[in-house]
C-alpha cells in the first residue's frame, strides 16, 4: 500500500532534525583558528568520484499528462530526495539501486548520487539494513547462499559484510542448507521423468552449491522413489 501522507511528515520531520543538528556541528566547526583548517574535498563529491556513479543518462522525461518535457538537468536534488522519501516509505533499497532508479526516472548522474548520499548520512538508506533484510527473505524463501550472495554483489555489497549473510555460511555444507534444500524439493518437487537429475538443476537454479545440490538430489530422489514403491 502507498505510504501515508502521515507517515511521509514524521519521515520528513526527523529527516530535518538530524540535518539541523548536523549544520550546528558544522558552524561550532567554523570558530576554529584558520591555522586548524586544511582543504579537503567535500564528502558528497569523493564520494561519488569513488563510486563512479552509474546509469542510463535520459535526454528527457515525458509527463504522463501530456506536458512538455523537460531536461533530466532541471530535475533538482530536493525533487530526487523526495522520490526516495516515498520510495523507501514502502521498503527498504540498497543504494545503488535507487541510484540507477533515479536516472532511469530522468534525474542526472550527478543529483542522483548527492541525493542518495544525503539519504544516507540522515539514515533513511541503509545497505546494511537493506542487506539484513534481503538475507532473511531469500533463507525462508529457500534460496541457496550462492545465489544471495551473488545477488548481493551485483548491488555492490560485500555478502561477508552481512552478519546473517555469515550465520548461514558458517553451515553452508553442513544440515542447516542442506536441510533448506531438501525442504524447497519438497514443497515444489521437480515434475520429470529423472527426478534426481531434475532436482539438481533446480537447486542449482535457487542457489545452491554444487555439492548441496548433489547430496540433496541424491536424498531426495532416493526418498522419492521409496514412497513410489
Not at 126 to 133: K, L, M, P
Request: hydrophobic letters at 35%; aromatic letters at 4%; one cysteine or more.
Amino acid at each position: 500500500m502507498p505510504a501515508s501522507a502521515a507517515t511521509i511528515n514524521e519521515l520528513r520531520n526527523k529527516i530535518q532534525q538530524i540535518e539541523q543538528g548536523s549544520s550546528r556541528q558544522a558552524d561550532v566547526a567554523s570558530h576554529k583558528p584558520e591555522a586548524e583548517f586544511a582543504y579537503t574535498q567535500p564528502a558528497s563529491s569523493s564520494r561519488c568520484a569513488a563510486a563512479k556513479c552509474k546509469g542510463k543518462s535520459v535526454s528527457k522525461r515525458a509527463n504522463t499528462k501530456g506536458a512538455a518535457r523537460q531536461q533530466p538537468s532541471t530535475f533538482s536534488e530536493e525533487q530526487a530526495f523526495r522520490k526516495i522519501e516515498r520510495l523507501v516509505c514502502l521498503r527498504e533499497h540498497a543504494s545503488k539501486a535507487l541510484q540507477e532508479r533515479l536516472v532511469k526516472d530522468g534525474f542526472s548522474e550527478d543529483v542522483a548520487c548527492a541525493a542518495v548520499e544525503r539519504a544516507q548520512r540522515c539514515g533513511l538508506v541503509s545497505n546494511e539494513r537493506f542487506a539484513d533484510v534481503l538475507v532473511r527473505s531469500r533463507l525462508s524463501q529457500g534460496k541457496g547462499l550462492q545465489g544471495i550472495a551473488a545477488e548481493l554483489t551485483a548491488l555492490d555489497i560485500n555478502p561477508l559484510s552481512v552478519p546473517e549473510y555469515l550465520d548461514a555460511k558458517n553451515h553452508e555444507e553442513g544440515p542447516d542448507e542442506l536441510a533448506r534444500a531438501l525442504a524447497l524439493l519438497d514443497a515444489k518437487p521437480p515434475r520429470s521423468k529423472h527426478p534426481r537429475e531434475s532436482a539438481y538443476r533446480k537447486l542449482m537454479q535457487k542457489g545452491y552449491g554444487a555439492s548441496v545440490s548433489a547430496s540433496a538430489a541424491r536424498i531426495w530422489s532416493e526418498k522419492h522413489a521409496a514412497a513410489m514403491i
